[in-house]
């Protein structure tokens, strides 16, 4: 009997020639796992297909909830954007899956596990350190990283051995989806200077075929999570399939990004992101008005570390335990309810409330009904000034600088 191997498997080409290819090589009997991470995808066909390939055994698992609590809400809590600009999809993913893979190798006494990343991204980087930590004694293949064929010889080895050409008309583009956003890599987009054609885009419409009537919109927020779209409760799935259409529809969440990956290349990277932009923008207008302003500056930094460690496939470490202990203590006043407009390709702030705000209107307000002592300002203006006036007269620090001087 052939030892198994569980390989994550998305029916695309390269974990389709994959699955030959770890029998032929290794004499591995494969499992295919495919995980549903809220990729719209046909689950049923992509798994006749393992079998039809030659996998011994192909199973789907259903993990969008699992996904959403466990990852996306969490890093939507910490605000995590990686570079300030990518909410983080796929990188959020891989953990989950690397989970998943290892505990199907563990149900079925599999020694290996396989993945169908090539050596020049991220993605391998996070399965495998994800892998790691979860199980240290599983061996683990990346077929992609050690067959060294191109493109063209995958698809003859695929024709060789009858593996169907994928399932979908061939996209000119490199795409991984879930429930958080949409990355397109590869064609054209390699040239950062020319625009991404608009059929790099499927979740969004153009920002000039978006309605020319803006959308108004409620998000309700309980301690950092969304819970409802105009006053109706959704479990959060169903939340963030909603705004990824109504914010699609006019034409919200696209970004383009030269990103630093952790091997060290920059890459072109195109994003859809319609509900990841909308909550991400929410979120810290609720947090803007609930959070002190300390907190806001140290949760800023922290949202940064937050996001690098995921990018970076640093999942699964006590440096992020850590961090979500206090992300999630961060959020137990930002409660409430933020409006966006939709509109044109962009969202905007419109409106927000909360039963923890700490907005006061006594003390803004340049109306009547003002709250705030005035004349307690001279005092402190004299004592906030002090070392400045010190330091002025001591060390002349009080002009424009070397330019102004030497003129
Ligand atoms: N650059 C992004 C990341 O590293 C997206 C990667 C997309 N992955 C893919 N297999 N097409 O997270």
Not at 36 to 41: A, F, L, T
Not at 150 to 166: F, S
Not at 182 to 196: H, K, N, T, Y
Not at 394 to 405: H, N, P, R, Y
Request: charged residues 20%.
């Amino acid at each position: 009997m052939s030892d198994k191997v569980v390989l994550a498997y998305s029916g695309g080409l390269d974990t389709s020639v994959a699955v030959r290819w770890l029998k032929e090589e290794y004499n591995l009997d494969v499992i295919a796992l495919t995980i549903d991470v809220g990729n719209e995808r046909d689950f049923a066909a992509v798994q006749q297909k393992a079998l039809k390939v030659g996998a011994v055994k192909a199973l789907v698992k259903e993990a969008k909830e699992l996904f959403v609590n466990h990852f996306i809400f969490p890093a939507l809590q910490a605000n995590a954007l990686y570079e300030g600009q990518y909410p983080l999809a796929t990188a959020l993913s891989r953990p989950l899956m690397a989970k998943l893979l290892v505990d199907v190798a563990m149900e079925e006494g599999a020694s290996t596990v396989a993945h169908g990343c090539t050596g020049k991204g991220n993605d391998q980087v996070r399965f495998e350190v994800g892998v790691n930590a979860l199980a240290p004694g599983l061996k683990i293949i990346a077929p992609a990283r050690e067959w060294g064929m191109t493109r063209e010889q995958t698809i003859d080895y695929a024709q060789r051995y009858g593996i169907p050409l994928p399932i979908t008309a061939a996209s000119p583009y490199s795409i991984d989806e879930n429930l958080w956003g949409r990355s397109i890599e590869c064609g054209v987009l390699e040239d950062p200077w020319v625009e991404p054609p608009e059929d790099a885009f499927t979740w969004t419409k153009s920002p000039s075929q978006a309605p020319s009537k803006p959308d108004y919109i409620e998000i309700g927020f309980d301690r950092g999570i969304p819970m409802t779209i105009d006053g109706q409760g959704l479990d959060g799935v169903s939340l963030i399939q909603r705004l990824n259409e109504l914010a699609g529809k006019h034409g919200i969440g696209r970004i383009d990004h030269i990103e630093n990956r952790l091997v060290g290349i920059k890459s072109r990277e195109i994003y859809e992101a319609p509900a990841a932009t909308v909550l991400l923008q929410a979120h810290q207008a609720l947090e803007a008005m609930t959070l002190a302003k300390e907190q806001l500056r140290f949760k800023q930094r922290v949202a940064q570390e937050y996001a690098d460690l995921i990018y970076n496939g640093l999942w699964f470490t006590a440096l992020h335990q850590d961090l979500a202990i206090y992300i999630q203590s961060s959020q137990r006043f930002v409660t409430g309810t933020v409006r966006l407009k939709l509109f044109k390709g962009s969202s905007s702030i419109v409106g927000r409330k909360s039963p923890k705000s700490l907005y006061s209107h006594g003390l803004a307000t340049y109306d009547k009904g003002d709250q705030f002592d005035q004349s307690a300002s001279a005092g402190f203006i004299h004592i906030w000034g002090l070392p400045v006036r010190t330091q002025a007269q001591v060390q002349g620090t009080g002009s424009l600088g070397e330019k102004e001087e030497s003129k």
